[in-house]
């Protein structure tokens, strides 16, 4: 009896060191580290698109360009960044809210696991297994059925990707209700040993289910709210979890939402970069002359030439371009290429002698190859 008790007072003392030490890990700082939550204002249950949000918004106020006076503006806009690309990615959010910043330089440098590691010598699971015998080990686990994924086109204007807009969309999603009566559920194979005989036996597989209360799919009206992001390209998704299509034994589906860009009449949008044409006349193009470009925004692109304007001539308006999704403070660049339009008609012989002088140049016939590569003056 003596001894019983003896031992179940050396458990307790066991547990109670464990516990103190998990007290003074959580006490000690390990958690601790930059408060990337607070950095970005967001409480810890925020989802990934109030993260995005909450980010877009004060990286515009935080950029260190617009915080000239600011010594420390550029080491907050790092933290902003950290902050931003922790929390915005599942996998490094988890291990965040687990064991804080320390637990992220631990995990690429190759560490891992769980924060309680270091102090127990385990590799995984609770950090009282070593002491009472439970096994760590859950890898044969049986992953949760899942549904399929229902995957929709976005289709989006340029404009909207320019500035950014919320969309509203009705989704009928077939919801899980109960029925009457009972079905096989969670149904799997398993190894069944037979006798044959003294001394002989036969393993075979066999399938084996649980009954479940029975169920029936009916279709809801959900309401949805899709953030069209700046920036945001052909390819790029948004994703609903648990919107796509229901599973009788596991988790629905996710509806994914891929953004697709309708063609637009003035703009062709490359990576950042916008290409348009602009046609000038003949005498705009000799003359020179000024003009103001609507964007996508309604704000004014103003172009200036006063040099000659020949057919096909590029000029580059730098900023003028899409917002970057990453970082909105940074935009791409517009290219502007130039047609001329010639009059239509026939000139009096006073008057092409007159252009002659005026333009003073050598006449000029020259075939060459264009497609392949060479231009005029190459042997």
Same mark, same amino acid.
């Given at each position: 009896?003596?001894?019983? @008790?003896n031992?179940m007072?050396?458990?307790?003392r066991?547990?109670?060191?464990s ?25 810890r249950r ?6 995005k949000?909450?980010y877009?918004?004060?990286a515009?106020e935080?950029?260190p360009?617009?915080?000239?006076d +600011?010594p420390?503006?550029?080491? @907050?806009?790092?933290d ?18 687990? *064991? ?6 631990k995990?690429?440098?190759g ?13 995984g699971?609770?950090?009282?297994d070593?002491?009472?015998g ?19 086109d976005?289709w989006?204007s ?8 919320f969309?509203?969309?009705?989704h ?11 079905r ?13 005989g003294?001394?002989?036996f ?5 399938q084996?289910?649980d ?18 992001e700046?920036?945001?390209m052909? *390819? ?12 009788? +034994? ?10 697709r860009t ?26 020179g ?14 172009v ?6 020949w057919? *096909? ?5 730098k ?9 909105n403070n940074?935009f791409?660049?517009?290219?502007i290429t130039f047609?001329?339009?010639?009059? @239509?008609?026939?000139l009096?012989?006073? +008057?092409k002698?007159?252009?002659?002088q ?14 392949g ?7």
């Open positions: 009896m003596n001894r019983s @008790k031992s007072m050396g458990v307790n066991v547990f109670g060191f516990m103190a030490l998990v007290v003074m890990f959580l006490s000690s700082g390990v958690l601790g580290g930059r408060d990337f939550y607070k950095i970005l204002g967001v409480n925020a989802d990934t698109n109030t993260i949000k909450a877009r918004k004060m515009k935080m950029h360009d617009k915080n000239p +600011d420390t503006a550029s080491e @907050k806009f790092q902003l960044g950290m902050a931003y690309e922790t929390l915005k990615d599942a996998d490094s959010r988890k291990i965040y809210d687990q *064991g804080g910043e320390e637990a992220l330089q995990n690429e440098r560490g891992g696991g769980d924060p309680f590691s270091s102090f127990f010598g385990g590799g699971g609770s950090p009282f070593d002491f009472f439970f096994g760590g080990n859950q890898g044969g686990e049986r992953e949760t059925a899942k549904g399929a994924n229902i995957v929709l976005l989006t340029l404009e909207e990707l320019y500035v950014g807009n969309v509203e969309m009705t009928n999603k077939p919801v899980m209700k109960p029925a009457k009566g009972t096989k559920c969670n149904c799997r194979q398993e190894m069944v040993t037979r006798s044959l003294p001394g002989r036969q393993m075979t597989q066999q084996v289910c009954d479940c209360p029975n169920v029936k799919f009916v279709s809801e009206e959900h309401h949805l709210e899709v953030e069209i700046p920036g945001m052909d *390819g790029m998704e948004h994703k609903f979890h648990s919107e796509g299509e229901p599973h009788m +034994d596991g988790d629905a589906g996710d509806l994914i939402l891929q953004i309708y063609p637009h009449k003035q703009f062709e949008r490359r990576g950042d970069d916008l290409y348009t044409n602009v046609t000038v006349s003949l005498v705009d193009a000799l003359q002359f000024e003009m103001d470009i609507e964007h996508l925004d309604g704000h004014k692109v103003h200036s030439r006063e040099k000659i304007t057919a *096909g001539a590029r000029i580059r308006k900023g003028e371009g899409m917002p970057n999704y990453e970082n940074l791409g660049t517009m290219y047609d001329v339009a010639f009059p @239509k008609g026939e009096n012989e006073a +008057d002698q007159k252009i002659s005026i333009l003073n140049q050598d006449p000029i016939s020259e075939v060459y190859n264009g497609l590569g060479f231009k005029p003056g190459s042997s």
